[in-house]
């Protein structure tokens, strides 16, 4: 039976305390700024690559740190928890499986060791289009095969990092959904070296925070076929194998935010006095900030619960898919808590609660929307009718 510890161990508290002291040099003006001017956090990520922290899934044999996935998703808890924004840089540790577990030996050789190293950013990752949204399997961007090359053409919205990653990992249909015995099959994955493909438009599009997202134009993108991950046809399957582990990491994500918004709500309303007494005596304050820290401890538990059993080869879809949830609504719920115990300051900038809160609400939405997640948890784990 898999073992869920309920402390870290002294190297999981080192290595939050390692990624703290990262993030203490880059305090709440470096990510106000870089929001206000919708800029990529460069240095913050360069130096948390040469510190190898991105490279902790990657086997040591590939030059990473050969880690479980808790440690990873402690990683990017401690950047959220400290006032960054991991969503700069926490796909490359979940995109990264797919080459891991399904790329040939000559693929994983030319490309791990570079992306751990931090020569390479493999940070892209290009499936959602605006035809297919969440219903992934119809989506149209296709690739072709022509000697030995694939032709891609179609297009993809939001696919963040484009243009601060030097490697994408592709979904692209390679046989037409009407010629597939199931509609999962006839979609492959493409390893695509962004500065060497012609025929690839990227549009950066403004969104709610700063988050350095595109829609993509394929027009005749030629891939060689070397960049195929696994076999054709089977890339639906290869994408789902990690969406366990972007699960949980994602939801580490929005853990780390829950923690940030419960200090921050609980500094404040310490030290700020209203009515002659400390806003954080009424019970209206106080109550709000205390159902939230529960909600953040739930959602760790579950988060944790989740990774145990990925770390242990278990199966793990509900613990992963209920964690990436209850940690989402919990770091929403925080922030709601966060600013309204602020009142006014709450919206100012300087406070970088508003900032926060943006980047929070993303993970209700993104990698996959909360009613997804409620509507495979009632069907596959409760049994109940397919609801889409
Ligand atoms: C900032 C940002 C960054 C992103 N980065 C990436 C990226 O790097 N790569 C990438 O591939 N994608 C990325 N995405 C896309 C993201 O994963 C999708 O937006 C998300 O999966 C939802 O898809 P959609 O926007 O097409 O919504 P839709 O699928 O159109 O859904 C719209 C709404 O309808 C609901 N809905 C749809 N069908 C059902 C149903 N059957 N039952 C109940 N409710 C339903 C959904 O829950 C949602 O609330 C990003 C999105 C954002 C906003």
């Known amino acids: 039976m898999t073992t869920l510890n309920l402390s870290l161990t002294a190297e999981q508290r080192a290595l939050k305390a390692g990624v703290a002291g990262v993030c203490a040099r880059y305090p709440g003006e470096y990510w106000r700024e870089l929001d206000q001017k919708r800029e990529y956090p460069e240095a913050f990520v360069d130096e948390l690559t040469r510190a190898g922290y991105l490279a902790a899934l990657i086997p040591p044999e590939y030059g990473g740190a050969g880690l479980g996935l808790l440690e990873a998703a402690l990683i990017l808890e ?18 990264m499986g797919t080459l891991l577990r399904h790329g040939s030996e000559a ?14 950013r493999l940070q892209a ?21 022509r000697g030995d090359r694939y032709v891609v053409n179609g297009q993809k919205i939001f696919i963040s990092r484009v243009l601060q990653s030097d ?53 005749n993108m030629e891939v060689p076929a070397a960049g195929l991950i696994g076999e054709e046809g089977k890339g639906f399957s ?31 309303s310490n030290q700020r006095v209203v009515f002659g007494r400390p806003i954080g005596a009424n019970q209206g304050v106080q109550f ?13 538990l579950m988060r944790n619960k989740a990774a145990a059993l990925f770390d242990a080869s278990e199966p793990c879809g509900p613990e992963a898919n209920i964690a990436k949830y209850l940690a989402a609504e919990a770091a929403w719920e925080a922030g709601n808590a966060c600013i309204d115990c602020h009142g006014g300051y709450g919206y100012a900038e300087e406070y970088d609660v508003e900032r926060k809160f943006r980047e929070a609400r993303l993970y209700k939405t993104a990698p996959i929307s909360q009613n997804l997640v409620l509507a495979y948890v009632g069907e596959h784990v409760l049994g109940l009718p397919r609801s889409y």
């Open 125 to 145: 990752f290009a499936v959602t289009e605006p035809n297919a949204g969440s219903d992934t399997t119809k989506l149209q961007t296709t690739a072709v095969r």
């Open 238 to 268: 290869y994408i789902l194998d990690g969406m366990n582990a972007e699960r949980i990491l994602v939801a580490s994500d929005s853990i780390g935010d829950g923690k940030w918004f419960v200090e921050k709500a609980v500094g404040y």
């Open 167 to 219: 490697l994408m990992l592709l979904l692209a249909r390679t046989t037409p959904l009407a010629d597939v015995a199931r509609k999962t099959d006839g979609l492959s994955v493409f390893l695509v070296d962004i500065r060497q493909a012609r025929g690839l438009e990227v549009r950066p599009l403004r969104v709610m925070m700063n988050h350095s997202t595109n829609a993509l134009f394929f027009d």
């Open 288 to 300: 709000a900030i205390a159902r939230a820290h529960m909600a953040v401890e739930a959602a760790e």
């Open 107 to 120: 693929q994983k050789q030319a490309y791990l060791p570079k992306i751990a190293g931090g020569e390479l």
């Open 78 to 95: 401690e950047i959220n928890r400290s006032g960054g924004n991991a969503g700069a840089c926490h796909a490359q540790m979940y995109i």
